[in-house]
């Protein structure tokens, strides 16, 4: 039987679901300190979420999920399940976030993001592999990575791309399919998360 650990000035608004038990036997919803969930939001048993951990509405948070510190899961968002997150992630709203993704320190996912895990779907059978999304990574507005792809430390994705292949740290990938360039000098800083 699942159960619910909330951390300390933890506020939860009405219509929240936390501990949502999808299975007999699952583990515990952890909510670190000053969590702050606002209404329409569902977070699933076996979920365990850092301080600091500020959602938009209607948000949704799948069994098996891990999330860091300082972490914002905007409006309409979705980690759905077995997904890693790091500590000062920012994820805007609309973004999807498949089972099997990791997402590192300071990422920052524009509005509408897409990370997919499934090269064939409905055509072959084949093991589910998410991106990883290295630390200090900003994806642009409705761009989409694809299946396994990592996307290298520092990256900038430009807003609307498609990105099918690996991108090398600190690299701008643009366009659809996204071709790599250098990232330009303005860009290439670390994420600064407030």
């Known amino acids: 039987m699942s159960f619910v650990t909330r951390g300390s000035q933890a506020t939860v608004d009405s219509n929240v679901t936390v501990g949502y038990q999808y299975a007999a036997d699952v583990g515990p919803t952890v909510l670190g300190d000053d969590a702050r969930l606002r209404s329409g939001t569902t977070i699933y048993a076996d979920v365990e979420v850092g301080h600091g951990f500020i959602t938009g509405h209607d948000a949704l948070v799948r069994e098996g999920t891990t999330v860091g510190d300082n972490v914002v899961l905007g409006s309409k968002s979705v980690l759905d399940g077995r997904v890693t997150v790091g500590d000062d992630v920012r994820i805007q709203t609309g973004v999807y976030v498949p089972p099997a993704s990791r997402i590192d320190d300071r990422v920052f996912l524009g509005p509408n993001v897409v990370l997919t895990n499934d090269p064939y779907p409905l055509r072959q059978a084949v093991d589910l592999t998410g991106p990883t999304i290295e630390a200090d990574v900003s994806v642009g507005a409705n761009a989409t990575v694809l299946p396994g792809v990592t ?6 994705v430009a807003a609307g791309a498609v990105v099918v292949d690996d991108v090398p740290p ?6 659809v399919p996204a071709t790599h360039r250098p990232l330009p000098d303005p860009l290439d800083t670390g994420n600064m998360v407030a």
């Open 151 to 156: 996307v290298g430390r520092g990256s900038f």
């Open 170 to 175: 600190r690299t701008l990938a643009v366009g």
